[in-house]
Each structure stands twice: as C-alpha cells, then as structure tokens.
C-alpha cells in the first residue's frame, strides 16, 4: 500500500537558518504530493502541492520537488521564522484511482527560536 | 467563505459513554472526509462521503464508529462506547472532488477517561 516517510523530529532551528525536511514515499500509482502544515491549535493547512515529476511546489518561502527517481519530495526554506514553528505533514494521494484519499507521513515539528 | 466548521472544539468523556462530532463542510464541496489523528501521527482516513453515500469506510471500526451525512452536506460522526484508545483529534474535510483541493476543519480533540 501507499506510505509517506518523513524525518523524525523534533527540530530546533535559530531563526534565518535553512531548513530541510525529507520525505520519501512509495505509491502503487502515479501520486500526487503535498505538504501540510499545522500550527498550535489549528487544523491542516495546506502548504505546497506538486502533481507530476519534476514539478515544484512553492508557497511562503517554502518549496519542494517532486523527485519520481529518488521517490522524494523534500521540504525546503532558506531563512525560517519563528513564526514559522508548527507540525508539517508530507502527504500523497494515489491518483491512480478515484480514491481521493490522502495519506500522511506522522509529522516533523519545527520550532524555531529567536 | 466560511471554512469547515466543527464541533465541539474540545470533548473529555468517560470511558464506555457515546460521544458525536459535528461537521458543516464548505458550501458546494460534495466530498466529506472524517480523519482520526492520534497524538505524534499524522492523520488517518476513517470514512469518505460522495454526497450523502459513503464510498470509502473500510478504515471505520464498525462496531462502535458510526457515522451519517443527512441531505449530502453536515455529517456526524459517533463513537459509542467510547474507549480510552479513542483519545485523538477527529478532523472533518471537503473538496469539490478533484482530490486535491481539500480543507480541513480545526478538529475535536477527544479525550477518554
């Protein structure tokens, strides 16, 4: 079945420092990729998407890349904020089907300090 | 536009009492997902509503999970009895039903005593 593996956290960054956190997944289809984001006492959020290969994803300094080859799709950011601390969640739905269902990695915590 | 909206935010109950959620997704979305997020997971599919017809519940623990989405829009999700292993956060979300436009509600954390 299909499963999202994401870098075990917690991670502490000093503020304006580059930040990255690796996913890697395996689908019986042809996915689709997503990073979530959650903050204290919020729901998911949806951070970046990417649909095919090679496409990247973008939003709020943030980016990541859809790697077929490596079956990866690593978050990145080059200068993090405090208030960039949250849960991020890598993602998949297996577009191969019509089951829209996503399936989640079990989350990285970012905490970033001043 | 409004997002989805749950309730109750917050619900602490004693073990083997039944307990119901609430969720009123975004206007016109006809896709309806229940979720259950255990503490340090990520989320977990429970049921996926097309309209009011649930298309995807194999992950629902029937034996006390039920669930319902009356004329295709608000659902209620309900655990009864519930047991101290439910303790989790139990997200709602919609989409227009491309799949990838979902949006998620903020949750009910329960708790089981």
Known sequence: ?114 | EAGVVQSPRYKIIEKKQPVAFWCNPISGHNTLYWYRQNLGQGPELLIRYENEEAVDDSQLPKDRFSAERLKGVDSTLKIQPAELGDSAVYLCASSSGTGYGYTFGSGTRLTVV
């Open chain 1, 1 to 114: 079945g299909d499963s999202v593996t994401q870098m075990e956290g917690p991670v502490t960054l000093s503020e304006e420092a580059f930040l990255t956190i690796n996913c890697t997944y395996t689908a019986t289809g042809y996915p689709s990729l997503f990073w979530y984001v959650q903050y204290p006492g919020e729901g998911l959020q949806l951070l970046l998407k990417a649909t095919k290969a090679d496409d990247k994803g973008s939003n709020k300094g943030f980016e990541a890349t859809y790697r077929k080859e490596t079956t990866s799709f690593h978050l990145e950011k080059g200068s993090v904020q405090v208030s960039d601390s949250a849960v991020y969640f890598c993602a998949l739905v297996d577009s191969g089907g019509s089951n829209y269902k996503l399936t989640f990695g079990k989350g990285t915590l970012l905490t970033v300090n001043p």
